[in-house]
């Protein structure tokens, strides 16, 4: 079982930076792909990013690649999302999520964090 508790969030304005952390427990968690995803007012859950179980490979929404960068350190059982030039369209609750393969679809995610609220300004 993973447990994932999120941080990181907050109010910035356009153009700033931001990053993200995703702290998981249990021992397992190098053997689980990782994810972000966001959800806005009004909108469903859209994938942000993913990183496979070693951290060598990852992938982005087209919304976010050049801005956002996905990482994780197994020996600290936490996944990170850099956010830099942040524009108001990416306002939304981040969430972190865990699976046993590199999924990009949310149903397939088994483990959820709680969500942490980011708010860029214009």
């Known amino acids: 079982q993973v447990q994932l508790v999120e941080s990181g969030g907050g109010l910035v304005q356009a153009g700033d930076s931001l990053r993200l952390s995703c702290a998981a427990s249990g021992r397992t968690f190098r053997t689980y792909a990782a994810a972000w995803f966001r959800q806005a007012p009004g909108k469903e859950r859209e994938f942000v990013a993913r990183?496979?179980?070693?951290?060598?490979?990852?992938d982005y929404a087209a919304s976010v690649k050049g801005r956002f960068t996905i990482s994780r350190d197994n020996a600290k059982n936490t996944v990170y999302l850099q956010m830099n030039s942040l524009k108001p369209e990416d306002t939304a609750v981040y969430y972190c999520a865990a699976a046993r393969s590199f999924y990009s679809a949310p149903s397939l995610y088994g483990h959820w964090g709680q969500g942490t609220q980011v708010t860029v300004s214009s």
């Open positions: 990183v496979d179980r070693s951290g060598d490979t990852t």
